[in-house]
Nanobody
Framework: QVQVVESGGDSVQPGGSLSLSCVVS????????LAWFRQVLGKAREGVAS?????????SPSVRGRFTISKDNAGMALTLTLQMNDLKPEDTAMYYC?????????????????WGQGTQVTVSS
């Protein structure tokens, strides 16, 4: 059974930094796409960044240059990290980690099979 667990959400001031982590366990294929999505209550879920098993990465224009996605598959589980710098109030959202069995990145949520419960990021002064 695949489990996806996010952590690292917090409240920070504008201009601050935060690092989100996601641990994916039970996923045995060497082919995958991983992504971070975010959602504000009442709005559609937005793709933020995605990385494939090949290492190919894509970012949403709203975060490119401020956020960095990375992965580690050295252990028994996949670990996905989102380093967020120069945070803005509009980055406030629930952040979700997602996994799919395709080896290219995508910011479209319909392609993802496994999801975590989310971790809250709040950017406010």
């Amino acid at each position: 059974q695949v489990q996806v667990v996010e952590s690292g959400g917090d409240s920070v001031q504008p201009g601050g930094s935060l690092s989100l982590s996601c641990v994916v366990s039970g996923y045995t294929s060497g082919t995958y796409g991983l992504a971070w999505f975010r959602q504000v209550l009442g709005k559609a879920r937005e793709g933020v960044a995605s990385i494939a098993s090949t290492g190919t990465i894509i970012y949403s224009p709203s975060v490119r240059g401020r956020f960095t996605i990375s992965k580690d598959n050295a252990g028994m589980a996949l670990t996905l990290t989102l380093q967020m710098n120069d945070l803005k109030p509009e980055d406030t959202a629930m952040y979700y980690c997602a996994v799919r069995n395709l080896e290219w990145p995508s910011l479209l949520e319909a392609y993802y099979e496994y999801w975590g419960q989310g971790t809250q990021v709040t950017v406010s002064s």
